[in-house]
């Protein structure tokens, strides 16, 4: 068990471009969460996958943003035409379904800031 | 909708000493369930606690326990015997009942142990 992991952890960006981040889960956790967190601010939910399936999505989560787990294994997310206000810490988060047992582990985040 | 309110946006504690930090949700579910998480700075968040809103009995971990108030839906932290590594951001969280599995967490407290 190697944790969560993220990449990259740290993005500078234009307003303007696209950016992708990556998240790892901890093997066997088919549970996924993304949530933004801004300064001073808790973790925002924007999207959760079970297996490969996106099953709830915030309103947070605009036409620009984009969300994949392709073989219900790592997660992007994908930003297009970046804004000011989408600079935040971008957080991943796994769990395995033990009927309700279950416990979420964070990543360390991608840190976004747009320029 | 559901929401988390965390009314102390810093608290401090001498070490070795005792702090509560507060946490009030609404919801009409019946079955969810509450947890509070821990987030250094510049570290990922962990978990602290859980309590299920079925059990009657307040969690406890070590020298963190909870008291649960579910018709005054509130959820405190205790930390007993404080030490120099509690100091940390902690967010009160709510997940909603299996089903939809989302979370919302509350803007967290900061809290400050003195030496």
């Known amino acids: 068990d190697t944790g969560v992991s993220q990449n990259p952890r740290h993005k500078i960006t234009k307003r303007g471009q696209n950016v992708t981040f990556r998240c790892d889960p901890i093997s066997e956790h088919n549970r996924l969460y993304w949530y933004r967190q801004t300064l001073g601010q808790g973790p925002e939910f924007l999207t959760y996958?079970?297996?490969?399936?996106?099953?709830?999505k915030s309103r947070l989560l605009s036409d620009r943003f984009s969300a994949e787990r392709p073989k219900g294994s790592f997660s992007t997310l994908e930003i297009q035409r970046t804004e000011q206000g989408d600079s935040a810490m971008y957080l991943c988060?796994?769990?395995?379904?033990?009927?309700?047992?279950?416990?979420?582990?964070f990543g360390p985040g991608t840190r976004l800031l747009v320029l | 909708a559901q929401t988390v309110t965390q009314s102390q946006p810093e608290m401090s504690v001498q070490e070795a000493e005792t702090v509560t930090l507060s946490c009030t949700y609404d919801?009409?579910?019946?079955?969810?369930?509450l947890f509070w998480y821990k987030q250094p700075p510049s570290r990922q968040m962990i978990l602290v606690i859980r309590?299920?809103?079925?059990?009657?009995q307040n969690a406890t971990e070590n020298r963190f326990s909870v008291n649960f108030q579910k018709a005054a839906k509130s959820f405190s932290l205790k930390i007993s015997d404080s030490q120099l590594g509690d100091a940390a951001m902690y967010f009160c969280a709510y997940r909603s009942p299996p089903g939809t599995y989302k979370y919302i967490f509350g803007t967290g407290t900061r809290l400050k142990v003195l030496a």
């Open positions: 988060a796994s769990q395995k379904d033990w009927g309700g047992q279950e416990t979420q582990y």
């Open positions: 309590q299920e809103a079925y059990k009657q």
């Open positions: 996958f079970q297996n490969e399936a996106q099953l709830e």
């Open positions: 919801t009409s579910e019946s079955d969810y369930y």
